[in-house]
């Protein structure tokens, strides 16, 4: 019975059972499963950043499907802090052409991590989406099969060795500044020979082209202020042209560039690390900044090409081994003169240097030799100034005849110098004296030359008369205008002295040393250059802004400033209360404005004694250096009459349509112009003819 129980008990209740057992085993699993799923899918508050994997869920995003048709979960990430972004922090693709995805799980993807593709040998191509604006660390280092990838112009953080010794990778191109630019981006790519950067960059960092042996050419930026430290070291360069606005270039920046043969270094450049191209032995032409005060140690050690160099008259120091061993160098040429070579600092191991052949750039000129020229203001327009009737045909040149005598002193040798380059200043028991110098510093085979323009006054009762009205700056160039008598105005930049002189100079610019132009000297009586800037007119305030626009382009601009009086008084004439009133309206009225001088240039060219009371007055007025008129151009220590006295005296060459007709073909005039080719007959209502 108890038999029959248990077998009734198995065929009715074994079934039920079974179907428990199953039924819980089934809730397990998926109960498990669901487990799983929330593990991969979702992510607890507190735990933003836990990496995740993700199937690609577009074709755009698509990296790599197994043969079986199934997406391969192939990266890891990291969700930003941001909660909207994700970082990519690995891959496990086998991708030859990898498309970067813009977003996993709903999240953009903005940054590539660290190492995530290093030294992965499958890569061919690469293109990263516009969502992405960092490429961290060593992203891409080492990837031997990458020939090419496209950066996103979003890109605003590139971190260091990002594609450093991709051997294959032949070009790359950057469309925007990134905020950070890491080192040795691009270090050991040995077949990269394109390289575009963008205008805007400020900086190449350290190594970022080290060892690409394949780059031959690059376009660097016009933006570029900073080459860091081996920036192009063993890179395949040839030829390379610093930008402009460059300043530093840093240690062993073009080091070992072993086809170089040319370099370029624009003058703003104040800093060069130590062996800047040191071994680049086909270097064999350079072009130092002008203003460079030293050349590093090791600089060009190992240029074994390099045969000549010029090195600029700034440099007071070269350093250890800076051209050492340079065995091709025969020739050096500086800029200065035998003895400022000698007062250089040349540091150890630079035999090549000093054994090689000197030629200088400078040398000692006598300044008893330097000629000093002065005329007036031009006649514009000399079918007015210069006609039968000219008022100015006596005392002042055309434009034409100022063209050729700037043409013909510049052919004969001179070029002009700074008047303050004459002179030292020393103090004699508290008054201050000048000490005319025995010789000066021009360039080699030169003569110097200093020009003066007197009464630059613009006088508004001589409007109309044939001369402008007065001077402008527009667009940064001096410029003259002149009223018409409908109210019209016109400008000008070729028809007086300083328009023609800076057009002259911008044609020739080595016709002004250091940057020298000419001495202006203005008077007060009509205002400051033709404005009326005297306290007594109503609006003088303004007159003066405009007055300072002028002033501050001519000091900018290499010219200098001296006076000539304040009422246009002869000196020898002037009784010594005009004279009084006259150095106390100049110093209340016109030295405010150009500011102090020591230069007093005579109205008239008279002087009368040393010894007078009104001579005496101007040498309390800190005048030291006095300019009058004659024809023989001499300079003295001292003063006619007075021997040295601790002041300059110098006569100026007058040159005006009286002296060109009365002395043409005299002495006075040889080596310097030939009158009758400068003479203006076309306009002159005068005419000047050989006999």
Request: with cysteine; aromatic share 10%.
């Amino acid at each position: 019975m108890k038999k029959l129980n248990l077998i009734k008990f198995s065929v009715f209740f074994l079934p039920a059972i079974m179907i428990v057992v199953i039924c819980g085993l089934f809730s397990g699993v998926l109960f498990l499963g669901l487990l799983k799923s929330r593990s991969l899918d979702t992510e607890p508050e507190s735990t933003a950043t836990e990496q995740k994997t993700e199937d690609n869920k577009n074709n755009s995003d698509k990296n790599s499907e197994k043969d079986s048709g199934k997406k391969e979960r192939v990266y890891t990430y990291s969700v930003n802090p941001d909660g909207k972004s994700c970082t990519l922090i690995t891959y496990s693709g086998d991708e030859a052409n990898l498309i970067v995805p813009t977003e996993i799980d709903g999240s953009n993807v903005t940054a590539i991590g660290k190492n995530i593709f290093n030294s992965n040998q499958e890569l061919k191509t690469a293109v990263i989406p516009d969502s992405v604006t960092v490429i961290d660390d060593n992203a891409f280092k080492n990837c031997n099969k990458l020939i090419s990838v496209s950066l996103p112009a979003s890109l605003s953080y590139m971190g260091e060795f990002v594609f450093s010794s991709c051997d294959v990778l032949s070009a790359v191109k950057l469309t925007s500044v990134p905020e950070h630019f890491g080192k040795y981006s691009f270090m050991n790519c040995l077949s990269l020979s394109s390289a575009e950067l963008p205008d805007g960059l400020s900086e190449i960092p350290e190594g970022t082209f080290y060892g690409c042996t394949a780059l031959e050419n690059i376009t660097i930026p016009p933006s570029t202020v900073v080459f860091e430290n081996n920036a192009f070291s063993g890179s395949g360069l040839t030829a390379v042209t610093i930008p402009e606005k460059t300043v530093k270039i840093g240690d062993d920046c073009f080091s070992s560039c072993a086809e170089l043969k040319s370099a370029v270094l624009p003058d703003k450049v104040a800093e060069i690390g130590v062996n800047a191209f040191k071994d680049c032995k086909t270097l064999t032409d350079v072009k130092l900044p002008s203003g460079i005060s030293s050349i590093p140690g090791g600089m060009f050690s190992g240029c074994s090409s390099l045969a000549k160099i010029k090195i600029p008259v700034s440099v007071s120091e070269i350093g250890e081994e800076a051209f050492n061993p340079c065995g091709s160098l025969k020739e050096v040429y500086f800029e200065g003169s035998a003895s400022g070579w000698n007062n250089i600092k040349i540091g150890k191991e630079n035999s090549s240097l000093t054994g090689a052949s000197f030629d200088f750039g400078l040398y000692s000129f006598s300044t008893s030799n330097i000629k000093h020229i002065f005329t007036h203001c031009l006649i514009s327009y000399p079918e007015i100034g210069a006609g039968e009737n000219g008022h100015f045909d006596d005392d002042c040149l055309t434009p034409d005849e100022f063209r050729r005598i700037l043409e013909q002193v510049y052919e004969n040798g001179y070029v002009l110098i700074d008047i303050n380059s004459i002179y030292d200043l020393v103090d004699d028991g508290g008054t201050v004296k000048a000490k005319l110098k025995n010789e000066i510093e021009i360039p080699n085979g030169k003569k110097g030359l200093v020009i003066s323009i007197d009464n630059v006054a613009y006088d508004p009762y001589e409007h109309g008369s044939g001369r402008s009205d007065g001077l402008a700056v527009i667009d940064n160039k001096i410029m003259t205008f002149t009223k018409g008598s409908d109210g019209s105005i016109t400008y000008s930049d070729d028809n007086e002295v300083f328009p023609i002189l800076e057009g002259f100079i911008k044609e020739h610019p080595d016709f002004s040393y250091k940057g020298a132009k000419c001495v202006l000297a203005p008077t007060g009586y009509c205002g400051v250059l033709g404005f009326r800037t005297d306290s007594k007119y109503e609006n003088y305030q303004a007159e003066r802004e405009k007055a300072m626009t002028v002033i501050n382009w001519f000091k900018q601009n290499g010219y200098v400033f001296a006076s000539h009086s304040y009422y246009h008084n002869s000196v020898a004439k002037v009784s010594v209360e005009k004279l009084k009133t006259d150095l106390e309206k100049w110093h209340d009225e016109v030295e405010p404005l150009i500011g102090k001088t020591i230069i007093y240039i005579y109205p008239y060219g008279s002087y009368g004694s040393y010894y007078s009371e009104q001579h005496q007055m101007l040498l309390n007025a800190g005048y030291i250096m006095f300019c009058s008129t004659s024809l023989y151009g001499s300079i003295t220590e001292g003063f006619p009459g007075a021997g040295d006295v601790g002041n300059i005296f110098w006569d100026r060459i007058t040159l005006a349509g009286i002296t060109l007709r009365n002395y043409a073909g005299s002495r006075f005039f040889n080596g310097l112009i030939d009158a009758y080719t400068v003479y203006d007959n076309e306009h002159r209502f005068k005419k000047l003819t050989k006999e």
